[in-house]
């Protein structure tokens, strides 16, 4: 299954459910909307501090504003509806254990960023928050300008263009963004850090090698750099290494004020590394300092970014149009190829060539039709590259006829029926999401983490009766 991340899906899922439920419900409980309100009260009041003290720059606490707003919408969006209490549970937040969802920064920066509060929410006028959301809009526009005309000699720019994207458009346009900032300033560990953090956003919730080489690249420039800290220790924990998750989270919280908005999640993940090693996680935070810097600091510098320089956009694009004809020349040699057709399908989508990247996906299937990785792989692209809504990809009917198709080649794999649900609660149908999600449940290890994740997510859904 090379696209099923059920569990760092689960948190974008649980968006979806907000925007789609509120239109469909007749009504729903006063108590819970004002509750809610009052923790969204609460959690901007918790921005604006963080943002006083230093611990988060303007662009950071501009997204942080924002998604206040937009999850706020969807709970006053019509007069007496809310959305429903059973997805503010605590296991939204901490249960699911991932950074990511595939395509949705939302979903990490909820469950695993620290530069943002965890649940960020305030009670505002719609108007006032529909105002707000179009400023940031603005805002936006005019950094793309900037950005296209005359691009600013200032890293911060580009650290706000990039939280901006990220925000409104998803990790991989807000990663462009960081990446051109890294090109005129190179040794700016913050613009590094933020990287590789979109890295980790598309490569939906794993730190992989190339981020984790930014990451460590960040450390060098600029010690203790907590964005890196953390995304080290996520990567050790996805490891198996406690123990080296335990030593970079105790740095972030040796250091940190009791009131930074991201102590809480990374003292939850502290504790629950301690438990895995049968350590006692208040010992050793009372040992006080135990990580080496220098550890990171000597790491090899192996990513591709290092290597390339100042390369410009227009260089890079270059560069990817001639390892694509380079491929295309290989396959007209080799038509049988057929890794070499789903490689060529992906790549053509990313260059926005949509048309080209189908074409391939076809001849792919020309070559194996009864191998369901050929769908998967066009499923996968067509999602990437389609259309979001609030940082959710968009399940069209094509994409989950490729899925259905999928299923039926190889029944055992859960993946199709994750994203069948998916699309079933984007239309608004409920008990479909809910028979498509247990399908998924009847695919998985019960004692696994996916079945408990998955099974809490079900339970979540509203029910006829609710209301």
């Given at each position: ?211 984790r080489n930014l990451f460590r690249e960040a450390l060098e420039r600029q010690p203790g750099q907590p964005l890196a800290l953390y995304y080290l220790g996520l990567a050790a924990a996805q490891e198996g290494d406690d123990w080296e998750a335990l030593e970079l989270w105790g740095q972030m ?29 208040d010992d050793l935070l009372a040992e006080g300092p135990r990580y080496k810097p220098e550890r990171v600091a000597t790491a090899e510098m192996t990513t591709p970014l290092a290597q390339t320089g100042g390369v410009t956009d227009d260089d890079q694009r270059a560069m990817i149009v001639d ?97 069948l649900g998916l699309r079933a609660l984007q239309q608004g149908e409920i008990e479909q999401a809910r028979s498509a999600w247990e399908q998924v449940l009847a695919r998985v290890d019960p004692a696994s983490p996916d079945y408990a994740a998955v099974r809490a997510q079900i339970d979540a ?7």
């Open positions: 299954m090379t696209a099923f991340t059920i569990i760092a899906a689960l948190l974008a899922v649980t968006v979806a459910i907000m925007v789609v439920w509120p239109l469909i419900r007749p009504k729903a409980g006063v108590e819970a909307r004002t509750q809610a309100m009052a923790v969204y009260r609460d959690q901007l009041d918790e921005v604006d501090r963080d943002l006083e003290r230093g611990l988060i720059n303007a662009a950071e606490a501009a997204a942080a504003r924002l998604e206040v707003q937009r999850r706020l919408l969807s709970v006053t969006r019509k007069e007496g509806q809310a959305a429903p209490t059973a997805l503010t549970r605590p296991f939204m937040a901490m249960g699911v254990g991932l950074v990511v969802v595939a395509g949705s920064l939302w979903v990490y920066e909820q469950v695993g960023s620290p530069h943002l509060p965890s649940q960020p929410l305030a009670q505002r006028d719609t108007r006032e928050l529909e105002e707000r959301r179009l400023a940031m809009q603005a805002e936006l526009a005019e950094l793309e300008v900037m950005a296209a005309e005359a691009p600013p000699g200032d890293p911060s720019f580009w650290l706000a263009l990039g939280q901006l994207r990220t925000e409104l458009l998803g990790p991989r346009a807000g990663g462009e963004a960081f990446l051109q900032g890294l090109q005129r300033f190179p040794e700016h560990a913050m613009l590094r850090a933020a990287l590789g953090e979109a890295f980790v956003g598309q490569a939906e919730g794993t730190v992989t090698p190339a981020a919280l040796w250091v940190a004020d009791a009131e930074v908005g991201w102590r809480p999640l990374v003292e939850d993940r502290f504790r629950a590394a301690a438990r895995r090693v049968r350590a006692d996680a390892m694509v004809a380079n491929l295309e020349a290989r396959l007209a040699e080799a038509p049988d190829d057929l890794e070499g057709w789903l490689r060529l399908g992906r790549a053509k989508m990313v260059l926005g060539e949509r048309s080209a990247g189908e074409a391939a996906f076809a001849r792919a299937r020309r070559v194996a039709p009864a191998d369901p990785r050929v769908l998967l792989a066009e499923a996968d692209a067509l999602l990437i590259s389609g259309e979001t809504t609030m940082g959710i990809p968009v399940v069209t009917p094509r994409i989950a006829e490729l899925f259905r198709q999928a299923a039926a080649l190889d029944p055992s794999d859960p993946q199709p029926h994750w994203y859904l509203p029910t006829a009766g609710d209301g």
